[in-house]
């Protein structure tokens, strides 16, 4: 069984910045992908980015140049850098891992960007 937690949300003015973080435990090797995605009050969840084993990495359109996903394979931990935020990136950021046919959740955290 893998397990996901999730960190780093809170509440930033717009144009702040926030880094999220995910770890994941449980017996697993390092061939899986790492991603992020965000449901906001009233909408259905979305893909914000996403990381293979290898390192290549996508975003959704309306992050890019401002966010950017990495992870430490020695932690098995994957980041979610946000820069320059808008109150229009406020949600709950959930945290996912696909390793073969399994796929995970974290437990999500919120991000509120408001002044």
């Known amino acids: 069984q893998v397990q996901l937690v999730e960190s780093g949300g809170g509440l930033v003015q717009p144009g702040g910045s926030l880094r999220l973080s995910c770890a994941a435990s449980?017996?697993?090797?390092?061939?899986?992908?790492m991603a992020w995605y965000r449901q906001a009050p009233g909408k259905q969840r979305e893909f914000v980015a996403r990381?293979?084993?290898?390192?290549?990495?996508n975003l959704v359109d309306s992050v890019k140049g401002r966010f950017t996903i990495s992870k430490d394979n020695a932690k098995n931990t994957v980041y979610l850098q946000m820069n320059s935020l808008k109150p229009e990136d406020t949600a709950v950021y959930y945290c996912?891992?696909?390793?073969?046919?399994?796929?995970?959740w974290g437990q999500g955290t919120q991000v509120t960007v408001s002044s």
């Open positions: 990381i293979s084993n290898y390192g290549s990495s």
């Open positions: 996912n891992l696909v390793w073969g046919v399994s796929n995970y």
């Open positions: 449980g017996s697993i090797d390092s061939a899986y992908t």
